[in-house]
């Protein structure tokens, strides 16, 4: 990696102090806070949200024909859109890979032969909101049992071809920036030279 023009005051650390709690329910915080740079400067009043479940799995499931499985839903921001399949930890859940399965099986049905994890902490909005997504492909998936949905809004389950995919990242039906980027990392471990960067767990 190469930094053109050198140090440029760039903060490493910060100091942040709470300056006021504005909303706290059994899902989230928002807080006004001071931030406190290392390179001396500060913003105040700042608007922080805090998810209180540690974050979320977005899962990416494939068939063992290579198909993805999607859901259709509506969510109160994007209006109707297509995702992967995502949903918080469970305080039952041991560990993220049980919320991973927790999940396919609620909303889709779906069981994978294995799991592959792309990453542990993607944060969708790094400055403002901490609810890092944990992000995963979800292979040779097979169908086990009617899904037990307890989305208030429904959840319809997609069966879609890559080109298919593909067309909805581009005409904008998937706006989910967590799913595009797991439809992309699903397509990338298609190739054997990627393949081994990601951790693989069996079922």
């Given at each position: ?28 915080t ?6 406190k ?140 920036l ?14 054997s ?11």
């Open positions: 990696m190469i930094t053109k023009g050198g140090y440029l005051g760039i903060a490493k650390s910060a100091e942040i102090s709470v300056r006021q709690v504005i909303h706290d329910d059994k899902w989230v928002a807080d006004l806070v001071d931030v740079f290392d390179n001396g400067k500060e913003m105040k009043n700042f608007l922080r949200l805090t998810a209180k479940n540690g974050g979320y799995v977005m899962v990416i499931p494939r068939l063992r024909d290579g198909r993805f499985i999607l859901t259709r839903q509506f969510k109160p921001v994007a209006g109707v859109t297509i995702e992967g399949v995502a949903g918080s930890r469970e305080p039952s859940d041991d560990g993220w890979y049980f919320s991973v399965i927790r999940e396919m099986k609620e909303e889709v049905g779906y069981l994978p032969l294995s799991i592959k994890k792309i990453g542990d902490k993607f944060y969708p909005l790094s400055d403002r909101v901490d609810n890092p997504c944990r992000l995963y492909v979800a292979l040779d998936c097979q169908l086990t049992d009617q899904a037990k949905q307890d989305e208030l809004q429904g959840v319809e389950c997609l069966i879609c071809t890559r080109d298919e995919v593909l067309q909805m990242v581009g005409s904008g039906a998937i706006r989910d967590a799913t595009a980027a797991g439809i992309f990392a699903a397509l990338l471990i298609e190739d030279t990627y393949y081994s960067n990601f951790i693989s767990e069996g079922i």
